[in-house]
């Protein structure tokens, strides 16, 4: 079952490997929901929260590297935000650590729900800003 879809038309930055790192993240948003529902144990979810947080970490990077070298006009609102989903991964870890089962669902859903926003309301405002820099 997929909790977020990837919806090209409605998703895509039309900038191909951050759509792909995208695509990455709703699966790893993805994989944490099904093994939550199967029950499995807290190191394998342990081991993919992890991984969101490092492929999550990567690309941000990705994008503030591209953000800096252009001098985008959002760069520090959009830094901003990036640093509040790593806390909130890292929170969401930590609760998931110490077995804090309600308020480890609450801080997936808030991440899950951030990541599309993000993508939809923040990252699609530099879309037409790298176009123009012959970023695709
Ligand atoms: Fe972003
Ligand atoms: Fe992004």
């Not at 990077?61 to 990036?82: C, F, G, N």
Request: proline fraction near 1%; charged fraction near 35%; glycine fraction near 4%.
């Amino acid at each position: 079952m997929s909790l977020i879809e990837w919806n090209a038309s409605k998703h895509s930055v039309n900038i191909k490997h951050f759509d792909a790192d995208h695509q990455k993240l709703f699966e790893l948003f993805n994989d944490i929901a099904d093994k939550m529902t199967a029950g499995e144990g807290n190191s394998i979810i342990l081991c993919i929260l992890l991984e969101l947080r490092k492929y999550g970490k990567k690309h941000f990077i990705a994008e503030e590297v591209l953000m800096d070298r252009y001098a985008y006009p959002e760069t520090s609102i959009h830094k901003q935000e990036h640093i509040i989903f790593t806390e909130k991964v890292d929170r969401f870890i930590e609760r998931y650590k110490a077995g804090d089962k309600k308020l480890s669902i609450e801080s997936f859903f808030f991440l899950k729900d951030w990541l599309n926003k993000h993508i939809l309301e923040t990252d699609k405002k530099y879309v037409d800003f790298f176009h123009k820099k012959g970023i695709e």
